[in-house]
Structures are given as C-alpha cells and as structure tokens.
C-alpha cells in the first residue's frame, strides 16, 4: 500500500509517459444564445510526475478549466465538448497496464472511483475548503472510507496521522475542528487530504494565494519535497507567473479561454513568445537579477460575452498587426523554433513549444521582445546532462525532442 | 461548559422577571377576580361571613403588595397557582388536563412537519428547480391562508363530506363512545383519528417556512468549497448531500426551538375550530370568563416553555456547531 512512497524518486520524476491527456476541451457557461465560451478548445498534456503551470489573469479561465477536467463544473458551466483521458497506471506497480478512462465519458460509478484516488483536487480558500462542523480526523478518514472498504477504524486513524505528519502537523491535531487551526495548517491538512490515497495527478487550484508569502513558500517547498517523494503529477494552477517559473515543468498560458501559449518553465523565463506571456511576466518583480521597469499589461481582459475579433489580446497589444484583428491565430510551434525535418507544424507534439501569435507565422520577423533565442534541447543535447532533478543516468534513454525540466531558482536549491 | 452555565444564569433571570411581571399585570388592570365572581353571581344577598370565604378564596386586598407577593412566589415554588374562578378548581389541575393533548397534537404536528419540511428542503436544494421546487407554491398557499380557514376547510372536505375523520373532540365521548380512556390500543387509535385534521392544518400551515428555510440554506451551502470537496473526494452522492445539509440545518435547528414556544399558544384557533380539548381552547375561555388565575397560569406556562425552547436551542447548536463552543 506504501509501495509508491518507497519508490525511487528519480524515476518517479522522469518518466515521459502522460498521465492526462486533455483534447479540444470546450466549457461554456450557460445554454443557448446567452451561453458565453470560458474554456475553448484547451489541449494540454501532463506527463506522469510533473508540475504543469496554468497561468492567466483572473476570468482566463484556468479554474474553470481544472473544474471541467475533474467534472466538478457548477452549473451553470457545461462542458460541450473536448475528451479528457486519464492514463491510470495501477497503484504500487511500476510496469503494469495503462488503464485509459475518458473522464468525460465515465458514469457517476467511474468517476466517484477515479475522484481523489486517482484525481485529487486542492482548492484555493483552505478556510472555506474543510468542512467546518467535521472534525479533521473525519474529514481525512472519509475518503478511505469510500475508497478503501477494506481498512479498518484503526488503519485508517494511522494513516490519518500520518499523513498529516506528512506535512508537519502534529497528531493531536486530529481530534481539532478547522476553525481551530490556522490558514497555513488548514492548507497543510487540504494537501495531506489530497494525498490519503495517492493520486497520480493532484489539481492544485491556486493553493498558497490566500496566505502569507512565508507560509506559501514553506508550503510550496514542502509540497515539492512530496512530489519527489511520492511522484504525483501537478496541475498548478495560479496567476503569479513568477510563481510558476520556480516550480512548474511546463507551463500553459491562458488568455480568455485559450490556451495561447505552452512551453517548458525554462523557454517561457527565458524567451516568451506571445505577447501575453510577456506582459505577464514582467508584471513581476523578480528578486534576482537587474533592476527593470515594471510594465504589466494595459487595459482589462475583455468580457466573455463580446469578444474581440481575431486574436482576443489584440486590443491590449503593443504588437498588433492588421491580421490579428481579423484572424484567430492557430496555436503552433513559432517559426524561429521550428526544426527542420518537422514539417507538420499544425499538429505539434505535446512536448513542443507553441504559441497562438501572428507575429510568429513566419512571415515576418516577430518583435525582438518576442524573439529571444531559446536552445532548444536539440541543439544543445548536453543539457540534459545537466537537469538538475538528478535524472542524469537515465538522459541516455531521452528521446532528443524532449523539453528539458528545469527549475530557474528552486532547481538550484533543492 | 462556562458558557452554557452563563448562559442558564441568563435563563434563571428572565424567569424570575417573567414571574414577577405575572404577578403585577393582573392587579394594575382595574376589578378584580372577585369583583368578577360577584358580579356573575345571580344570587343578590350575600352574607358577610359568605363574603369572607370569598375574600379567602380568591386572595382578597386585606394583605399589602409585597406580602401578597411574597405569598405568591411561595405558593408557586409549592406548584399552587390558585383556583380558577370560572371552573372552581385549581388552575393547576386545570393545566394538567389540557397539557398532555396540547403538547401532544401540536407538539406532534410541529416535529413532523419540520423533519418532513425540512427533508423536503433538503431535497429541493440539492435537486435546485427540480419536481419539488414545484411543490413549494402549494405549500406556501397553505401558509398563507389563514390559519382557522385552512381549518374549516379540512374539517369540511375530509371530514365532514369526505367522512375520513371525525370532525371534533380529541376522542369519542358521549353514548356511543366504545372507547376508555387509559393507554389502550382502541383508546390510542381513536385519539389519533381525532388527531389528525387538527394536527394536518398545524403542519400544513407550517411546512412551507421550513421547506423554503431549508432550501435556500441548502442552494447556498452546496456551493460552498467543502461541499465541491467532498464531492471531489469522489464519495458516494449521499454522504454529498449529508455535509451539504448537515451545515445547512444549522439555522434551522434555532427556527425549530423558537417555534416550540409557539406549540402552546399557536394552536388557540386549531383547537377551538376542532373543539379540542387543549390549552388554546381554555385561554379562549378563560379569556371571555374574565379568569385570570387560569390565565396567568397558562402565561406562565408559556413563558416558561418559551425560556426551556431558547435554552434547548443553545444546547443544540452548541452541540452542532462546535464554532459555537468557543467562550464569546
């Protein structure tokens, strides 16, 4: 039962194989004419063991696309169509047989088997997240309870405590309702509640954003710390970009329910390539580093229900050209990363950089903002080698397309 | 602990002013018992020494205020609440009498229909704009309509012409009767027969606040996180719905022990249409009789089960809500 807790970190952390597949996901809020479109066709891969980062402003629609995936949507959101595999590999065995559920699909039976045991979700208000009339002995046993029928009272009390060991709260905590503890325990105790049953893929739905920087970053680097040792995959969801660049693999930038751009950590830090993934990142301050001017990004995110033509940023862009006005842009691989020998452009693989801009057709050279160099890992093969997560002895075994995984600032003091 | 204890001291108080306040307002209003009596008495002569009795009888004004006070304050502590001047017994035998059917028909309507209401409630909320969100119209018609019509009503359509149930009395009395009374099969059965069209309008002219209390408690709990939470916990759809309404019976459970107090005095037209023999009945009575040991008698009563529901309501949502449990 502790098999995945015993298994070696390294190999918890490198594996490529996805675990979650999301293709053409669409959620609309509301029916009919007055149905307005807060997710549209949203494709992301999350591969077994890591942190995908979904960044955007509030109203992007990042949470409503975490919600779907789960199909924990509130009416009045609906989902119209799109297909979410989970790729569930058997507990405690390494090598076993890849189970494909489209969650989308599942009956009430399936889902309630999946949810938390394969899926689980922390939420962003830890003071609204717990049930404040349970006990949080109550509230962490409930699970093992539904999906471990087999558990008595007293192996699930242990378990209890151990998990919430797990995250550095002491056992006599248990018998402690939630208004008790304090903002930063309660998230501990959300996340020890989300990992009573070891999930492979666990929703993170901005969960520090309600506490104080010094507990956020405990948390985080706590929750990191777990992630090696357990190797569930992350879906990360948060506005603070900065944030995402420390922790996340790969990350999906979302712009009024599109995903507009995807790239590793280290190729958005490094070289963004939408206008967007810029402005957000130089609304934030980073701590290392020379001085720069803050920027942010002017104007307001637009309305769901009166869209812009075209590209929905370009009214808040500083690029824009004519076209963006009129034509949607495709969500594909910028020409300047474009390898030769990889003609289908249109159909990216999940692990390759993409970008939803004009500016990146190809046809004329992007702005210089927008065009920083970034190696890609096929130029500079060596840099596998150097991936900080100690996964150097099994680099031999990396397809030469792979995105490097990389943490800019946590990466060098884990 | 402390808190309750504080809060029983509270309790100890206000019953203590309540009684006095029964011991004051009857004597500022103008005659008095007596007066009362004499003045129903058909006989004109009186002799002097009959007079006396009388005085004796009724508390005449030879004592002053205070002592007269006093003396009240200890023939309560004995349980002696005077003679009724109408029916020339002790208004504390009076009182026994009508309790146990007041308690029992109302007492009984009001719990049924807040479980029921408030199952219903439940259900509405989780199941928002479903098949009984339709429901809550007729519900809230038989609310609206005033209570001793709603009465008649069913008096007329199942009782009298539908021929369901009898129409009167809290059992069967008079020649025909096959029934003793005592706790026996027939005797129960037929209380309950008679039970029941006064006990449906006390219930049907309530459910709605509890339905409709309940489900807006419901609509807004279920959008709470722990509810999503739970819900993403994957477990079973039921367990969803108990922390959903677990939380959301809280306010609910505060209405339920205010409208306990109400079981005693809420009923007077109830049982006056149905002529049942309860507390709301004899206030009537004792209303148009001028009695007012009977009437003070019943105050204090309702006073007191009003101060025992509020205290009851604490407990309760002490023992529920354990936010509650902190020392404010």
Not at chain 1, 288 to 297: A, D, P, S
Not at chain 1, 352 to 381: E, I, K, N, Y
Not at chain 2, 252 to 272: C, D, K, P, Q, R
Request: net charge neutral; hydrophobic share 45%; glycine share 8%.
């Amino acid at each position: 039962m502790t098999q995945t807790q015993t298994l070696n970190p390294s190999k918890a952390t490198t594996g490529r194989e996805v675990v979650l597949e999301i293709r053409g996901l669409d959620v609309d809020y509301g029916f009919g004419p007055d149905a307005v479109r807060a997710v549209s066709g949203a494709d992301l891969t999350l591969h077994r063991g890591e942190v995908l980062g979904l960044a955007g402003e509030s109203g992007s629609g990042k949470s409503t696309l975490a919600y779907a995936l789960t199909r924990l949507l509130r009416a009045p959101g609906v989902i119209t169509g799109g297909e979410v595999l989970f790729h569930s590999r058997p507990q405690g065995a390494d090598a076993g047989p890849v189970e494909t559920v489209d969650i989308l699909a599942a009956d009430a039976k399936e889902l309630g088997r999946m949810r938390w045991s394969e899926l689980a979700v922390v939420f962003q208000s830890a003071m609204h997240a717990l049930n404040p009339v349970a006990r949080i002995d109550a509230q962490l046993t409930d699970v093992l309870k539904a999906h471990r029928r087999h558990m008595s009272p007293a192996e699930r009390r242990e378990r209890a405590v151990e998990l919430l060991r797990m995250v550095g709260i002491s056992a006599d905590r248990l018998r402690s309702y939630p208004h008790e503890l304090s903002g930063g325990m309660r998230q501990r105790v959300m996340i020890a509640m989300s990992l009573a049953l070891e999930p492979q893929v666990v929703i993170m739905d901005e969960p520090t954003t309600a506490l104080d920087v010094v507990t956020q970053r405990e948390i985080l680097e706590e929750l990191m710390l777990l992630r090696e040792r357990l190797g569930f995959a992350v879906v990360f969801i948060t506005h603070d970009l900065s944030l995402l660049l420390e922790l996340a693999d790969s990350i999906a930038v979302m712009y009024a329910g599109r995903i507009v751009e995807r790239a590793s950590a280290a190729e958005l830090f490094r070289a963004p390539r939408h206008p967007y993934s810029l402005g957000l990142k130089g609304s934030f301050p980073s701590l290392h580093g020379e001085r720069v001017r803050m920027e942010g990004i002017p104007g307001a995110p637009p309305s769901l229900k009166s869209m812009p033509s075209g590209c929905a940023f370009h009214p808040r862009c500083k690029f824009a050209v004519d076209r963006c006005k009129v034509d949607l842009p495709p969500l594909a691989t910028p020409a300047m990363d474009r390898i030769d020998g990889l003609p289908d452009v249109s159909a990216p693989t999940p692990t390759q950089r993409v970008s939803s801009c004009w500016l990146h057709d190809g046809q004329q050279a992007a702005p210089d903002a927008l065009a920083l160099p970034f190696p890609t890992p096929v130029h500079l093969p060596d840099q596998v080698a150097t991936a900080p997560n100690g996964d150097t002895a099994s680099g031999a075994d990396r397809v030469p397309s792979s995105t490097t995984v990389t943490h800019p600032t946590l990466g060098s003091t884990s | 602990m402390r808190a309750l204890l504080r809060r029983l001291w509270f309790y100890l108080v206000a019953a203590f002013a309540a009684i006095t306040l029964n011991f004051f307002i009857p004597r500022m209003v103008p005659g008095s018992a007596l007066q009362n009596f004499l003045a129903k008495m058909n006989t004109a002569s009186l002799t002097p020494s009959q007079l006396q009795a009388l005085e004796a009888q009724y508390g005449g004004g030879h004592q002053g205020l205070v002592a007269q006070y006093l003396t009240y304050l200890g023939n309560l502590f004995h349980g002696n609440l005077g003679m009724s001047t109408s029916l020339s017994t002790p208004v504390s035998t009076v009182l026994g009498n009508d309790l146990p059917w007041t308690i029992g028909l109302v007492g009984s309507a009001t719990v049924i229909a807040f479980l029921v209401g408030t199952l219903i409630g439940v259900l509405a909320g989780w199941r928002r704009s479903g098949l009984l969100d339709s429901l809550l119209p007729a519900a809230t018609f038989f609310q609206a309509v005033p209570y001793f019509i709603l009465a008649s009503l069913l008096m007329l359509t199942l009782g009298f012409y539908g021929g369901m149930f009898p129409t009167g009395g809290a059992y069967d009395t008079g020649r025909f009767a096959t029934v003793t009374p005592g706790w026996n099969g027939p005797f129960m059965a037929n209380v309950i027969d008679h039970a029941a069209l006064p006990a449906a309008t006390v219930a049907l002219a309530s459910i709605a606040g509890w339905i409709i209390g309940m489900r807006n408690m419901m609509i807004t709990t279920m959008d709470e996180d722990y509810v999503l939470v739970a819900a993403a916990k994957g477990l079973p759809r039921w367990r969803v719905v108990a922390v959903a309404a677990r939380n959301a019976l809280l306010p609910s459970i505060s209405n339920f022990a205010l409208s306990i107090s109400l079981v005693v005095t809420g009923s007077i037209v109830t049982e006056i249409v149905f002529n049942y023999a309860g507390v709301g009945r004899e206030i009537f009575n004792a209303a148009q009789a001028a009695d007012y040991p009977v009437m003070q008698g019943i105050l204090l009563v309702v006073t007191f089960t009003v101060l025992g529901a509020n205290l009851l309501a604490d407990i309760v949502y002490v023992a529920l809500d354990p936010r509650a449990r902190k020392v404010a």
